[in-house]
């Protein structure tokens, strides 16, 4: 099994591309969905067949050619792809051998790069940040619930667990702003509690603190003394 830290990490650079290509997709796509009856006609017209012909024509050996290696590397793909599929424990280990050789090297070369693009980075994600509040708070919600001891993490969808209680603390029974919502572990982390959507309810964020680290029995038993 290859650890985690010798996997591939995404960097800042990776995530903007992906980000910028996906928006170059959507202008593409509205921009085809406003034009697509005149392109359409454009492209069944006379005279836009005869000169995608003359082009044909023109540069015929170049787009064989073309089509050659399109089909080539097609091929070389699928090879590729088999022989990762036959021998995947095998590149694992040597993907984690290189990791563990040049750890040193690509440390500072990330290093390098942080600093040199620092604000950039900074102003990047502080945006990302505002317009991913969910994914935001699931990193978090790991995190804190690794570091607690727990060992089960399953994927947590706060709007579906609000829903689901109905907008009501779970721990006073009264209304909760979507927008102050907290989620309080039933179970706690500490006790032992996993955090899965079975083990969280909604809270005011002023009951989760003075719910701490106790039990709902345990809640109810010091509210009633």
Not at 30 to 45: D, P, T
Request: glycine share 4%.
């Amino acid at each position: 099994m290859v650890p985690p830290d010798a996997l591939p990490q995404p960097t800042p650079n990776d995530v903007r591309r992906d980000h910028e290509r996906q928006l170059s997709r959507e202008r593409n796509r509205r921009y085809y969905a406003r034009r697509r009856m005149q392109v359409r006609a454009e492209r069944s017209s006379p005279e836009w067949l005869a000169k995608r012909k003359a082009y044909y024509e023109a540069n015929r050996e170049k787009l064989l050619a073309r089509q050659k290696a399109i089909l080539n590397r097609d091929k070389k793909s699928e090879s590729d792809r088999r022989y990762r599929k036959a021998h995947k424990a095998e590149l694992a280990a040597k993907k984690a051998a290189d990791y563990a050789a040049n750890r040193q090297r690509r440390v500072k070369l990330m290093q390098a790069n942080y600093a040199a693009n620092r604000d950039e980075r900074n102003v990047y994600q502080a945006a990302w940040k505002r317009a991913h509040p969910e994914s935001v708070f699931a990193s978090y919600a790991k995190r804190r619930a690794l570091a607690g001891g727990t060992t089960r993490v399953d994927p947590v969808v706060r709007q579906a667990i609000y829903d689901r209680d109905k907008g009501l603390c779970g721990i006073c029974g009264q209304p909760v702003e979507r927008s102050k919502m907290t989620l309080d572990h039933i179970v706690p982390l500490v006790r032992g509690g996993p955090h899965t959507p079975e083990n969280l309810q909604t809270a005011h964020r002023s009951c989760n603190c003075r719910k701490w680290a106790r039990t709902m029995e345990e809640w109810l038993a010091a509210q009633a003394v």
